[in-house]
């Protein structure tokens, strides 16, 4: 069964430092999302992407981050200049048609 | 604005017993809802999903909900728990013209054997 696959699955960076979240998302899906789950918090929406270009984003979403799909094959998340407060784990999401939502098993992130 | 309430923060069962988890939704339109649930380590993994008609839905593992529009719930049922049920239990709903889950804040499961 196709999976959602995200690299790495654990990232320690320095505060101010650039990270890039990478994911796979099911090949023959269309929407991508990101979220992300602070330690002991809900899951909350970042991000969708159809048609290479955002169709959603929430307003964690600033202009420290931005999202990419380089190559038909991958989906990243960037984050310019990490802050204590992006540690979180991030989810990567694919759908075929908008609805359901599939994820992948997250990138664990702390900045430090 | 679009909410999803879990009331039980933590339940724990024993193994074999029936299990019911609570899910109510804040949400103007007809609802498309899901349960995942996250293993330890894990990511979140799609149990069942409502979009319309039948009110009694099916998923994998044994899990079923039923969507009552009355009581704006979806809870979330198994006859028979077993150990490997252990986990997160997470209901959403989809809002944002379609584009994005808001989640409930999760209920922890345990299972005692």
């Known amino acids: 069964e196709p999976e959602v696959t995200q690299t790495p699955s654990h990232q320690v960076t320095q505060m101010g430092q650039e990270v890039i979240l990478r994911c796979v998302p099911i090949?023959?899906?269309?929407?991508f999302y990101w979220y992300r789950q602070i330690l002991g918090q809900k899951v909350e929406f970042l991000v969708s992407?159809?048609?290479?270009?955002?169709?959603?984003k929430s307003e964690i979403f600033d202009d420290q981050f931005s999202v990419e799909r380089p190559d038909g094959s991958n989906f990243t998340l960037k984050i310019r200049s990490t802050k204590l407060e992006d540690s979180a784990m991030y989810f990567c999401a694919s759908g075929l048609a908008g609805e359901t939502q599939y994820f992948g098993p997250g990138t664990r992130l702390l900045v430090l | 604005a679009q909410s999803v309430t879990q009331p039980d923060i933590h339940i724990t069962v024993s193994e074999g017993a029936s299990l019911e988890l609570r899910c109510n939704y804040s949400?103007?339109?007809?609802?498309?809802l899901f349960w995942y649930v996250q293993s330890p380590g894990q990511g979140l993994q799609l149990l069942l999903k409502?979009?319309?008609?039948?009110?009694l839905v099916q998923g994998i593992k044994g899990f079923e909900a039923e969507f009552k529009r009355s009581q704006s719930s979806f809870n979330l049922r198994k006859p028979s728990v077993h150990w490997s049920d252990a986990a997160e239990y997470f209901c959403a709903v989809l809002t944002g013209g379609g584009n994005k889950l808001t989640f409930g804040t999760g209920t922890q499961l345990k299972v005692e054997l």
């Open positions: 992407f159809y048609n290479n270009e955002i169709s959603e």
């Open positions: 409502y979009f319309s008609g039948d009110t």
């Open positions: 949400y103007g339109a007809t609802p498309y």
């Open positions: 090949s023959n899906h269309l929407y």
